[in-house]
C-alpha cells in the first residue's frame, strides 16, 4: 500500500533559525496536505498542494509540492516558539481516494 | 476550532472490554473519518462513513466498527480491547468531494 515517509523524525533549532521537513511517497499522490499538531493537540490542517510544481506561502511559511508529485517540503523561516509541534505530511493516492495517509511526522522543537 | 466534537475526552479501559467513542462532525459535513494515532506516529486511516455506509476502511480488523447517524454524527465501537489499542482516537469531519478534513479534538484511550 502507499507509505508516506518523513524526515527527519525531530529536529531542534535556536529560535530565529530555518527549519526544514521533507515528505516523500511511495506513490503519486492526487494532493498533499499539511497538518500542525501541537504537544497534546490534534491536527490541524495548514495547507494543501494539488498541482505539479507548487509552491506556496503562509507568512514564515513555505509549501513545495514536487514535480512528480510523489514529495513535498515545508520549510519555515526565522523559527519562533510558537511555531513548536510535529509537523505532518498526508496525501490522497488518486482521484477519488477516501483514505489519507500520513507520515511519522517531524517534531521541531525551538530552543529559546 | 474546527467545529468537530468529539467525547470522552478521556477514557481508560481495561483487556477484553469494549469501547465506544463519538463524534459530531463540523455544520454542513457529511463525511466522517476515524484515526488512529499510537504516541510518536501519525494518525492511521481506520475508516470513513459517508451517508450512514462504510466508505472506505484501512488496515484494522472487524473488532473495529462503526456507526454514522442521519445528522452525520459517528460512533466508533472497538471490541475485545487490546494492550496496544491505547491511542488517541480522532475523528474528522468533511464534505464529500472536498478533500480538507477537519480533525476534533480527539479521545485517549488508555487499555490496560
Known amino acids: 500500500g502507499q507509505q508516506v515517509m518523513q524526515i527527519p523524525q525531530y529536529q531542534h533549532v535556536q529560535e530565529g533559525e530555518d527549519f526544514t521537513t521533507y515528505c516523500n511517497s511511495s506513490?503519486?499522490?492526487?494532493?498533499i496536505q499539511w497538518y500542525k499538531q501541537r504537544p497534546g493537540g490534534h491536527p490541524v490542517f495548514l495547507i494543501q498542494?494539488?498541482?505539479?510544481?507548487e509552491v506556496k506561502k503562509q507568512k514564515r511559511l513555505t509549501f513545495q509540492f514536487g514535480e512528480a508529485k510523489k514529495n513535498s517540503s515545508l520549510h519555515i523561516t526565522a523559527t519562533q516558539t510558537t511555531d513548536v509541534g510535529t509537523y505532518f505530511c498526508?496525501?490522497?493516492?488518486?482521484?477519488?481516494?477516501?483514505?489519507?495517509?500520513f507520515g511519522k511526522g517531524t517534531k521541531l522543537s525551538v530552543i529559546p | 476550532e474546527t467545529g468537530v466534537t468529539q467525547s470522552p475526552t478521556h477514557l481508560i479501559k481495561t483487556r477484553g472490554q469494549q469501547v465506544t467513542l463519538r463524534c459530531s462532525s463540523q455544520?454542513?459535513?457529511?463525511?466522517v473519518s476515524w484515526y488512529q494515532q499510537a504516541l510518536g506516529q501519525g494518525p492511521q486511516f481506520i475508516f470513513q462513513y459517508y451517508r450512514e455506509e462504510e466508505n472506505g476502511r484501512g488496515n484494522f480488523p472487524p473488532r473495529f466498527s462503526g456507526l454514522q447517524f442521519p445528522n452525520y454524527s459517528s460512533e466508533l465501537n472497538v471490541n475485545a480491547l487490546e494492550l496496544d489499542d491505547s491511542a488517541l482516537y480522532l475523528c474528522?469531519?468533511?464534505?464529500?468531494?472536498?478533500?480538507?478534513?477537519?480533525f476534533g479534538p480527539g479521545t485517549r484511550l488508555l487499555v490496560l
Open positions: 455544520s454542513g459535513h457529511n463525511t
Open positions: 474528522a469531519s468533511s464534505w464529500r468531494g472536498a478533500e480538507t478534513q477537519y
Open positions: 498542494l494539488v498541482k505539479s510544481g
Open positions: 506513490t503519486t499522490l492526487s494532493n
Open positions: 498526508a496525501g490522497f493516492s488518486g482521484a477519488g481516494s477516501y483514505q489519507l495517509t
